[in-house]
């Protein structure tokens, strides 16, 4: 408890701070109506209609971040082995081999049926 | 710093040759303390990105046989507090469409985290404060490491939120993008910290510094040769794709992809325009560049232990002296930045991706079972070690082949398809259907290469 | 006491979270309220002396998998409307015994702590928390650690099937692109290069302003059609602009 105390003062300086900033924002800056400054900017071509609600994005970022869950948690596991491996020894070797190479078997599959390709 | 000024400055209790602070030695601080460290750091971090913008940009110009900035105060060292007034002088514009709670909350969420991660980076060894012992840190915990990133991955809900709440495709492209390219680079960095917590054997970040403290000493005809302690020399692959993810995490150049303007303008930023707002997003990126130096520093350069020919001086890590040698190397990793940024051009998004994901993750997970037998090996030296040692090293250098020839063979099949068409056009330069000029026309410096003089 | 101050002070801030998350209509604000929902429960594991357990609901939960959430909230359009025809057959029916049984998971896992002589946190941390953890995990609970792999593998290929297009073709490289255009050239006369800029004759070069051809007249392919309609409505068109516009529409 003690050792999260003093996180709270940054964190309220910090918040502070940056709330401050957001909110007075609109009012120390001038204010000239103009229509074009309410619409999106996009270099002076016409706005596309939708981005969201209609448009769809690449489904490319799903499995981007379904293997960023996967290899999360891998790192996860991986942080107390390697903080406990002197105690754990050539058993938690092992097994952390054993548990990587599976995980591998996942990220080689992705892998060969161009699941991390962009273009 | 005040500080400096007004504490006494006086040595630590502890020994000239103990390793520094532990965790033992936080939270007994009183609430003042804790304050005081706090104001400390928060003031540090917003001069740093005043002096670190302007460092920046003078050291860049340098580097192109500019000036720079040197009209705003004495070298130009006002002119980011200028381009501040101005920031905050700017029309705050909202487009129509934008989602307006999210529109405000986006530049909150991306600044609060990165000031926060400072909180458990050391700075120093235990110094006496108006009286009171205290570690100059303002705490740690035995997760500190793992705080740094739970930070790091809170920060990236603001890139995703701020493109989300500007409804535009600009921006909504440069937010997925950015974010999906921050939290790939944030697995290559959490797998190259794996090397350091096998050799120090915890995630309290005073600890890892402390146990850079020494690295032993190697008799060598009867002289005693101090052997190197910092991490980034005893695990260097680890710490050079550490300094690679760098980049991809805090979105600089080489990798600054969310703001490549020639296709994204701005990226998530676009339409937070000029106003206070932005200058949060500003504020945001430099603040999580010294977070990403401070880690570079405390895990792998020694956290604030003197560099190697100092050290060997007693009083080099003792008393407020080692606040000095932190930020000189905090100062000379955002250097490290600039030059880079000098340097290096923009590469292009799917070469970013499959840099991240290709090559990164798998030489380090290759690099972490490397380092975890040589481990067991001294741990216990028996024959299913040896084998399981020449299993791993086996794998790894299967996965490093495969990997090296199928890139040969690609660079192979594409400079055959080039010979192959240069090949067809020598023999045929319309070939194609282009509209080209045959290459040995006279006035061209063809096949007997003549000048023509013009008219 | 500071344990009681963070459990009300979080309380309240979580259950009107989750409250907002279950009333919210927007999905990317019930999106948000489940992350502040998340973070609160990590500050009370920490304040409870589980820090690992607190950083890794903050990295594996807030980080990744909310993440995952606003990823797909995004692709699928978030204004998008949820259909309520049910495309599983005996859907209910399996969601009820699903239920059931995480019911009965929930209260036997809470009942076996409740009833079981606690072991104290300083016995469990006494090597410090994240070597106790480890050796547990990495000892006592080592099927469930390897058996998490697999979970992973599914995971993944689950992403892969729902998520993956295979691309038939090859993706049309630079060069392929530009013969294209080439051969239009050829063959439609489409002109292979950009739209034209502003032209050499034109008095400046912002965007509203039309490129001018050779004989001073106006490139109508450069006209902004988007600023010629702000203009035409605020009557602040160049006549010459209009003109060629009108053309158009008859």
Redesign the interface.
């Known amino acids: 408890m003690e050792l999260y105390a003093p996180i709270l003062v940054l964190a309220v300086l910090g918040a502070g701070f940056a709330v401050f900033s957001v909110s007075i924002a609109p009012f120390t800056g001038p204010k000239r109506w103009n229509r074009a400054k309410l619409d999106a900017y996009e270099c002076g071509i016409d706005p596309t209609p939708q981005p969201i609600g209609g448009g769809r994005f690449p489904l490319k970022y799903m499995i981007t971040a379904m293997l960023f869950i996967v290899f999360d948690i891998e790192i996860i596991f991986l942080y107390p082995w390697a903080v406990a491996f002197d105690k754990l020894g050539v058993f938690g070797l092992v097994e952390m081999v054993l548990f990587i190479v599976t995980v591998l078997v996942a990220y080689a599959y992705v892998w060969r049926r161009r699941g991390l390709d962009w273009d | 710093m005040s500080l400096l000024t007004t504490a006494s400055v006086l040595a630590s209790p502890a020994a000239p040759g103990s390793p520094g602070p532990g965790l033992a030695d936080?939270?007994?601080?009183p609430v003042w303390i804790?304050?005081i460290?706090?104001?400390v750091?928060?003031v540090f971090l917003?001069l740093g990105v005043l002096f670190g913008v302007w460092l920046e940009r003078k050291l860049i110009s340098r580097m192109q046989h500019r000036y720079g900035p040197n009209r705003a105060g004495k070298f130009g060292l006002l002119q980011t507090v200028a381009d501040g007034l101005k920031m905050?002088?700017?029309?705050?514009?909202?487009?129509?469409?934008v989602?307006k709670?999210?529109f405000?909350l986006a530049?909150?969420i991306i600044?609060?985290p990165a000031?926060?991660a400072?909180?458990v980076i050391p700075m120093g060894p235990v110094v006496s404060m108006f009286g009171h012992k205290t570690p100059l840190q303002?705490?740690?915990?035995?997760?500190a490491?793992?705080?740094i990133?739970?930070m790091s991955?809170?920060g990236?809900?603001g890139i995703?939120?701020a493109g989300?709440a500007?409804?535009?495709?600009?921006?909504?492209?440069g937010g997925?993008r950015s974010?999906?390219q921050v939290?790939?680079y944030?697995?290559a960095m959490?797998?190259s910290?794996?090397?350091v917590?096998?050799y120090a054997?915890?995630?309290s970040t005073s600890e890892i510094v402390a146990k850079q403290a020494d690295g032993g000493t190697a008799t060598l005809f009867g002289l005693d040769i101090p052997l190197p302690s910092w991490y980034a020399i005893l695990l260097i692959p680890s710490f050079l794709i550490y300094v690679m993810t760098m980049f991809g995490e805090v979105n600089r150049v080489p990798f600054d992809l969310p703001e490549g303007e020639g296709e994204l303008?701005a990226g998530y930023h676009?339409?937070y325009s000029s106003?206070?707002?932005f200058?949060?997003f500003q504020l945001a990126e430099y603040v999580n560049v010294f977070v990403v130096s401070g880690v570079a520093v405390t895990l792998f350069l020694g956290g604030w232990r003197a560099p190697w020919p100092i050290s060997l001086w007693d009083g080099a890590n003792v008393g407020w002296l080692p606040l000095l040698w932190f930020f000189a190397k905090i100062v000379l990793i955002f250097c490290f930045f600039v030059w880079v940024r000098a340097s290096l051009p923009r590469v292009r998004?799917?070469q970013l991706?499959?840099f991240g994901?290709?090559v990164l993750?798998?030489l380090n997970?290759a690099w972490?079972?490397l380092v975890?037998?040589f481990?067991?090996l001294r741990?216990?030296q028996?024959t299913?070690?040896f084998i399981?040692m020449a299993?791993?090293v086996i794998g790894a250098l299967a996965v490093f082949f495969r990997f090296d020839t199928v890139q040969q063979r690609r660079r192979e099949a594409r400079a055959e398809q080039i010979e192959e068409e240069f090949e067809q056009l020598r023999e045929e330069p319309t070939a194609?259907?282009?509209?080209v000029p045959p290459l040995d026309l006279p006035h061209y410096h063809g096949a007997n290469r003549k000048e023509v003089p013009s008219a | 006491m500071g344990e009681t101050i963070t459990f009300w002070v979080l309380a309240v801030v979580s259950v009107s979270a989750a409250l907002g998350l279950v009333f919210s209509r927007k999905a990317v604000y019930c999106a948000l309220m489940l992350g502040v929902v998340m973070l609160s429960l990590a500050v009370l594991y920490a304040v409870q002396d589980a820090p690992f357990l607190a950083a890794v609901q903050i990295i594996v939960y807030t980080g990744a998998v909310m993440m995952l959430f606003l990823f797909v909230l995004m692709l699928v359009g978030v204004d998008s409307s949820d259909s309520l025809v049910e495309t599983i057959r005996g859907q209910r029916f399996w969601a009820v015994v699903a239920g059931l049984a995480f019911a009965a998971l929930v209260a036997l896992g809470v009942g076996n702590v409740v009833f079981a002589p606690a072991a104290g946190l300083g016995a469990v941390n006494a090597a410090g928390n994240v070597p106790s953890l480890a050796e547990l995990i990495f000892t006592r609970y080592v099927f469930a650690f390897e058996v998490t792999s697999a979970l992973l593998i599914t995971a993944a290929l689950g992403a892969m099937v729902l998520a993956h297009r295979e691309r038939l073709e090859q993706k049309a490289t630079q060069r392929e692109l530009s013969r294209e255009r080439f051969v239009k050239y050829g063959e439609e006369g489409l002109d292979p290069s950009p739209l034209p800029g502003p032209g050499t004759y034109a008095r400046a070069n912002a965007i509203d302003m039309p490129a001018l051809l050779p004989d001073g007249k106006i490139s109508k392919l450069s006209v902004n059609r988007y600023i010629a309609r702000y203009e035409a409505e605020e009557g602040t068109i160049d006549p010459k602009v209009a003109e060629i516009l009108e053309g158009e529409d008859k």
């Open positions: 936080f939270g007994h601080d804790s304050i460290k706090g104001l750091i928060f917003l905050g002088l700017k029309e705050d514009l909202m487009p129509r469409k989602d709670v999210i405000f530049p909150v600044s609060v000031i926060l400072y909180s303002l705490t740690d915990m035995p997760v490491v793992l705080f990133l739970a991955s809170i990236v809900y995703v939120l989300w500007s409804k535009s495709p600009y921006a909504i492209l997925l974010s999906a939290v790939s944030e697995i959490g797998l910290f794996v090397a917590f096998l054997g915890t995630l303008v676009t339409e106003s206070l707002k200058a949060m998004y799917d991706m499959a994901w290709k993750i798998p997970l972490i079972l975890a037998t481990r067991a741990v216990e028996s299913p070690v399981l299993i791993v194609g259907g282009f509209p």
